[in-house]
């Protein structure tokens, strides 16, 4: 079976998608319920109730992450706007052509863009995963995700694994569960998707696993302890370690082992090279052979502008020390930084940005102070819990 070929897969994934790029369209705005959209009569109807512009800017998105143009269907997904009308058009499409997708990096670390990964390589990755990590523990699984299907871990873990294992899984979409419903229902052989935030919660609330439980943990580094815990309980840890440009780069069953870099990559300095990809490798990294390596933290993520070195999670934090700040973000968009600013209390937004570029100002030169403010009551992030760009 492709991936595609599970209706309520690909129902899934399409719902997942809709409803994260329009909460990019309308930041800050309370969105629906992935079951509701799922029932409803097409994207212009409640609960979604798009309007044209709208519209025209999701199609366009799906169509490319799709490579839906490509067939020449592209411009039908404005003539069947809902679930089931695009679902018709993405399988047509995907049964003609399905060679490569494209993901949106979440901006947590800096500027949201798009990647074009090769199917063939996220299936080699998929393979791996089922073959070696899952088949030991998972004879006849359930795989339950807690994650969304159109970003590249959820694509990878609920949508494509599936379809390399040798029974093909149940797929429970989770997210609507209390954990505790969650704890109840699951049994023995269960696979569990999530991110950190999830498994902190459920060790946080004091909730138990059965035994030989596989958890997931990716998008995300995960505590020790958490891990641990998890591991006392009896279950199989599977961390992943990677990015939106690469998928998976490296997986690890312990929390205090190193990681062991997967199979299709092979590092060479700064680069990974893979048999339908290379890429450079997002974070550093210490190798202790050719197989496994340490993360050893973040690069610093400066920028320049004017020839000067920024880092504009100096600046945030400086913003920070504002007494009318609770929380902020800096990011660079190409030509300028910009700033995402929670105030601590309610006052007017212009007053704020206002009173901070008075402040910021005799605090930095000129070419460090954010050109554009953005004053919210949250910081924005992703249907994953990450910072997402604005």
């Not at 393979?127 to 699984?141: G, K, T, Y």
């Not at 006392?232 to 939106?244: C, D, K, S």
């Not at 320049?304 to 609770?326: D, S």
């Not at 212009?350 to 070419?367: C, F, G, K, N, Y």
């Amino acid at each position: 079976m492709r991936w595609w070929q599970d209706n309520a897969n690909l129902r899934r994934f399409i719902v997942d998608f809709v409803l994260d790029h329009l909460g990019s369209l309308r930041l800050g705005a309370p969105l629906p319920s992935p079951q509701s959209v799922m029932l409803a009569e097409g994207w212009w109807a409640p609960p979604l109730g798009m309007d044209s512009l709208e519209l025209v800017d999701c199609a366009s998105a799906f169509a490319q992450s799709l490579a839906i143009n490509d067939s020449g269907l592209g411009d039908l997904l404005l003539a069947k706007p809902s679930v089931n009308g695009w679902k018709e058009i993405a399988t047509a499409s995907l049964e003609n052509s399905s060679h490569t997708l494209r993901f949106r990096s979440s901006g947590s670390t800096g500027k949201a863009h798009s990647v074009t990964l090769p199917y063939a390589h996220i299936e080699q990755e998929a393979r791996f995963i089922a073959n070696n990590l899952f088949s030991l523990h998972c004879p006849a699984p359930r795989i339950w995700s807690l994650v969304p299907a159109h970003h590249i871990y959820g694509f990878v873990f609920t949508m494509v694994v599936p379809t390399q294992m040798r029974e093909y899984p149940t797929i429970i979409d989770a997210r609507q569960r209390l954990p505790i419903s969650i704890e109840q229902s699951l049994r023995s052989g269960d696979i569990v998707v999530a991110v950190p935030d999830f498994w902190r919660l459920w060790i946080k609330t004091g909730l138990r696993l059965q035994k030989d439980i596989t958890v997931v943990s990716a998008a995300a580094s995960c505590e020790t302890d958490v891990l641990l815990e998890l591991i006392g309980q009896g279950a199989n840890v599977i961390e992943i370690y990677g990015a939106t440009e690469t998928g998976g780069i490296g997986y690890r069953q312990h929390p205090n082992e190193p990681f062991t870099v997967m199979p299709h990559w092979r590092a060479e300095g700064e680069c990974l090279i893979g048999h339908y990809l290379e890429a450079t490798v997002p974070d550093h990294l210490a190798w202790l052979d050719t197989n496994r390596f340490d993360i050893k933290g973040r690069k610093d993520g400066k920028i320049q502008i004017g020839g000067i070195n920024i880092c504009p999670n100096e600046i945030a934090a400086l913003i920070k020390q504002h007494n009318a700040v609770e929380d902020a973000i800096v990011r660079f968009d190409g030509s300028r930084l910009k700033a995402y600013v929670i105030p601590k209390n309610l006052q007017s937004s212009q007053e704020l940005i206002s009173d901070l570029s008075v402040w910021l100002s005799q605090q930095l030169p000129a070419t460090h102070i954010p050109k554009h403010f953005t004053i919210g009551l949250q910081l924005p992030r992703n249907t994953m819990g990450k910072l997402r760009d604005w």
